[in-house]
């Protein structure tokens, strides 16, 4: 069969290479909170402009793209259009709500979709290209030093996170097990969400102390003082407390390959035998073909800081055997998210 037999199509090329486009109107919705706004009924665009404060020009091409993409329902047309949330947005993009994680998307809004502009410096130079680009201080060091951001850094964090952190609560057996640590605890959430689904557990978040108060006050809020506690710390400088379960999400892939191998060393230095290390990540397909979303956090650690990289079950595999645990198994939580596990 000769090339021009073979059925080309550059739809795949143009979506992607356009992807900003769609990606950016899905941002401005949440940045205006246009979904939370329908929570109440469909609305009209007139009804829409007036609340949000937007101009006649292109209202019905921006409503009708989310339309287009599914995250809006219509029914109607232009003028006599009216406009609700599809089920999933509902469940997800409405501030306020159990499941929202419109708190990432803010920070992809506020920070990222500047910083990825220069993706390809960074590809150059193996440097970050975030608030850590014009300053001596790393990400984590501006982030933590002004309170406000840091808050907003760890609700964006939870965000992505409370579908993985419920899922493991209850996908995972932790019957045998009785005390759990969450190392890099940011929120609390893992600890809450955890606890909840298993309320035999005590458990422990622990990180630097600026997320102390924010963390205890996400504890008091969603009713988990009595099984969850807020402990400060630092995990390269401090051992890890002793737990039967000890958790890290998202906390490895900020950093170096000799880091990680370190920070897992730690953890199974502080287990008993019989002990469990679970770190939640969007571990890659040890082919490096499915899980696209993986690959593209690991180029998002590219931007954000020195040396992190996301990584693949192999390399987690590879380095948990090499610090000493057992056996390793992986279990899918939400969207491309998994739990990394090792036995001690």
């Known amino acids: 069969m000769s090339n021009e037999d073979i059925p080309v199509d550059p739809g795949k090329i143009m979506q992607i290479g356009t992807g900003f486009w769609a990606s950016k109107v899905l941002l401005a919705a949440v940045k205006f909170d246009l979904f939370t706004l329908l929570l109440t009924g469909a609305k009209s665009g007139a009804e829409i402009k007036m609340a949000i404060g937007w101009h006649d020009r292109s209202l ?3 409503l009708d793209c989310l339309v287009s993409f ?3 329902e219509r029914e109607g047309l232009l003028e006599t259009a009216k ?7 509902d469940m997800f993009l409405v501030s306020g709500k ?18 990825w502009g220069d993706l390809e410096e960074a590809l150059q130079t193996g440097m970050p290209q975030n608030e850590s680009k014009n300053s001596d201080k790393s990400l984590f060091d501006a982030i933590y030093a002004d309170e406000k951001i840091l808050e907003k850094f760890l ?14 609560g209850n996908k995972f057996d932790f019957s045998n ?6 190392m890099g605890g940011a929120g609390g959430f893992l600890s809450i969400l955890v606890s909840q689904s298993n309320p035999h557990l ?34 390269f400088e401090d051992s890890f407390p002793t737990a039967d379960v000890i958790t890290m999400g998202n906390i490895l892939h900020d950093w170096s390959e000799a880091e990680k191998v370190m920070l897992m060393q730690k953890a199974y230095d502080a287990l008993p035998d019989g002990g469990v290390f679970i770190a939640i990540e969007n571990v890659i397909d040890s082919d490096r073909r499915q899980n696209a979303f993986g690959l593209l956090m690991s180029l998002n650690m590219l931007i954000e800081t020195t040396e992190g990289f996301d990584y693949s079950a192999t390399d987690f595999e590879g380095w948990a055997k090499e610090v000493g645990f057992k056996s390793i198994k992986f279990m899918p939580l939400a969207g491309p998210s998994s739990a990394a596990i090792a036995y001690k």
Do not use: W
């Open 98 to 115: 159990p499941a929202y994680v419109g708190g990432i998307l803010q920070m992809c809004n506020n920070r990222l979709y500047g910083f």
């Open 70 to 72: 599914g995250f809006l």
């Open 177 to 182: 097990h009785k005390r759990l640590c969450d």
């Open 60 to 62: 019905y091409d921006f």
């Open 155 to 168: 609700a964006a964090m939870g965000s992505v996170q409370m579908g993985n952190f419920a899922t493991l």
């Open 202 to 235: 005590s458990c422990t978040s622990f990180d630097l102390p600026p997320v102390l108060p924010i963390a205890n006050k996400n504890i008091e809020a969603m009713g988990a003082s009595d099984n969850v506690t807020a402990q400060a710390g630092d995990f």
């Open 83 to 89: 406009y609700s949330n599809a089920a999933d947005v």
